[in-house]
């Protein structure tokens, strides 16, 4: 049965699960920021995206250990994680290979998955350590979906709804896409210009139906904003070494936005079917620990 927990600085309020080793809620003064699910348009909140980020190309490739079988995003988000530790701010999960994760990824590993809560900032921590005997090659990301609006006032009059909403950057830059097929691989050509010279993007469900999935490269300091233009509640998210940001909402409008750091991509279009090719793929040495943070404050 899967364990929850819950830890809190006085300030936020988490909610985390063992299965999956993921956020069930994010609270703050008695405001959820974090999507609850919905099966009408997605039913999960804030999975954890390893081996692999996004598609691999028919669902399969070759690396130097045999062949790779994933589904988008691999499998964290579907196994039961060790409780390592716990306490009343944090709270650290576990999971390593087994036999039935070497049958579709024949590497050892350990990932660990780590959160605590202070200043009223939640820090996700990724820890993936090599526990084999060869090169271990990974993507590693998050995927935590936010409500938008954030605020419980919804259908009060002048209260912010999803199209009021934008992305704040820490300062003007070409805003860019890097263009994505609605089979979920990314497609030859340039990346999309979304804003030039800019340190918002407004958001709109039209604009979700047109990108499908945004990802961006190069993000300025790393931090992205989540809020009303004119200002009011929403979510700051810092992901110091990750090197895309896909940003997500389903269709049938949506009442959400994923905010999604990542270590690796989809396959292109064209992908070579080599395992270690894929995008973004990092690469941990036989006894080397690879370490990510995420810092999602929400206000």
Known sequence: MPRTTT????????????????????SRDGIECLWQGDARWWPRRAPILFPTVGLLRDGRAMSAEGEVTLGRHGFARDHEFEVASEGPSSVLYRLASSDATRAVYPFDFVLEVGYAVASGALVQRFAVENTGVVPLPFSVGAHPAFNVPCAPAQGEEGAPEFDDYVLRFARPWTIESLPIGADGLYVPGGPVRLAEDADVLPLSHELFDEQLTITLQGVPDDVVTLMPARGGHGVEVRFDGFGFLGVWSAEGHAPFVA?????????????????????????????????????????
């Open 7 to 26: 830890i809190s600085d006085g300030t936020l309020t988490v909610g985390l699960s063992s299965a999956g080793a993921q956020p069930m809620g994010i």
């Open 259 to 299: 905010i999604e750091p990542w270590c690796g991509r989809a396959d292109d279009a064209d992908a070579s079917g080599v395992f270690e090719d894929k995008p973004g793929m990092l690469v941990a040495a036989p006894g080397e620990r690879v370490e990510r943070e995420i810092r999602i404050r929400p206000f």
